[in-house]
Nanobody, 119 residues
Framework: QVQLVESGGGLVQAGGSLRLSCAAS????????MGWFRQAPGKEREFVAS????????YYAHSAKGRFTISRDNAKNTVYLQMNSLKPEDTAVYYC????????????WGQGTQVTVSS
């Protein structure tokens, strides 16, 4: 069973940076895609970025392009989300999830990590 544990959230001022981590276990993830999502208060969860484990292909939401970078560490089975130039509108709970090979949906959600950006 896939387990995902997010960490690295916190309080940061606008313009600052944070790096989120998602430690994955329970599977060999070489054929999976890993994704970061976020949910702000009163809003639906939205896609932020994803990475295909096999070749490190990456995809970003428009709001994340140029500011966020998703990456992986094979040895640690960990995916990162480097967030720079943070804005108050980036405030949300950030979740990671996996999409199995051939699948269309992400799942096995972690517990989330809170990111708060003050103005």
């Amino acid at each position: 069973q896939v387990q995902l544990v997010e960490s690295g959230g916190g309080l940061v001022q606008a313009g600052g940076s944070l790096r989120l981590s998602c430690a994955a276990s329970g599977r060999t993830f070489s054929s999976y895609a890993m994704g970061w999502f976020r949910q702000a208060p009163g809003k639906e969860r939205e896609f932020v970025a994803s990475l295909r484990w096999s070749d490190s292909s990456t995809y970003y939401a428009h709001s994340a392009k140029g500011r966020f970078t998703i990456s992986r560490d094979n040895a640690k089975n960990t995916v990162y989300l480097q967030m720079n130039s943070l804005k108050p509108e980036d405030t949300a709970v950030y979740y990671c999830a996996v999409r199995p090979p051939g699948g269309t949906d992400f799942g096995s959600w972690g517990q989330g990590t809170q990111v708060t950006v003050s103005s």
